[in-house]
Nanobody, 120 residues
Framework: QVQLVESGGGSVQPGGSLRLSCAAS????????MGWYRQAPGKQRELVAT???????NYADFVKGRFTISRDNAKNTVYLQMNSLKPEDTAAYYC??????????????WGQGTQVTVSS
């Protein structure tokens, strides 16, 4: 079993910054890609950014130039630095990890979500 624990959400004014963290723990062989998704009320969950174990990142167009994803493999932690936040960034943010739990067995895990609210 793998657990993903997120932290760092909160309320901020437009133009402000927040840093989300997601730490993975449990029993597994390796953590492969990790990422952040978000879901606003009444909308579908959408990809924000992903990063491979080798550090290759990918971003949704609506966050390019404002958000930065990074990871510390030694700590099994992925981060999302969010700058120049806009009201439309308001959502619950979810951490995701693709994990090899045993030889040849890969599973996908989600964190519990952390709320980000951008409002004046």
């Amino acid at each position: 079993q793998v657990q993903l624990v997120e932290s760092g959400g909160g309320s901020v004014q437009p133009g402000g910054s927040l840093r989300l963290s997601c730490a993975a723990s449990g029993n597994y062989f390796s953590i492969n890609a990790m990422g952040w998704y978000r879901q606003a009320p009444g909308k579908q969950r959408e990809l924000v950014a992903t990063i491979t174990s080798g550090g290759e990142s990918n971003y949704a167009d609506f966050v390019k130039g404002r958000f930065t994803i990074s990871r510390d493999n030694a700590k099994n932690t992925v981060y999302l630095q969010m700058n120049s936040l806009k009201p439309e960034d308001t959502a619950a943010y979810y951490c995701n990890a693709a994990v090899t739990v045993a030889w040849g067995i890969n599973r996908n895990y989600w964190g519990q979500g952390t709320q980000v609210t951008v409002s004046s």
